[in-house]
């Protein structure tokens, strides 16, 4: 069956990065992956976390930097990186901030996304 999304659901996070879900629990009802478009302003953080799902980001303008265990992984503009389900990550932007599109396999929710207090 086709489905069209009109718009996305505006998910709302602290720290003043944008998430519009356009496929995914929120928006679509979907629990078998999410894909989302997401703005960071510049000097973004997020709490480390471990989540529950795979994530496949691709960053459009910018650059985000990934902390995982092998140490920090800066992706700019024109490329993509991915983590697993549990592997500990902490995602920031850089210095001009990061718009990026990000595909969650199973959907993003926040129960599993494992955010450190």
């Not at 389900?85 to 990000?102: D, R």
């Amino acid at each position: 069956m086709v489905r069209k999304i009109d718009a996305p659901a505006r998910v709302p996070v602290p720290g003043g990065k944008l998430i519009d879900e356009y496929f995914g629990r929120v928006n679509s009802g979907d629990a078998q992956v999410s894909i989302a478009h997401m703005v960071a302003p510049p000097g973004w953080e997020e709490p480390a976390q471990t989540p529950g799902f795979a994530e496949y980001t691709v960053v459009l303008k910018g650059s985000v930097l990934v902390e995982h265990e092998g140490g920090t992984t800066v992706v700019e503009a024109g490329q993509a990186f991915a983590s697993e389900a549990g592997e500990k990550i902490k995602y920031s932007s850089g210095p001009s901030g990061a718009e990026y599109v990000a595909i969650c396999l199973p959907a993003f929710s926040p129960e599993t996304a494992g955010r450190e207090e």
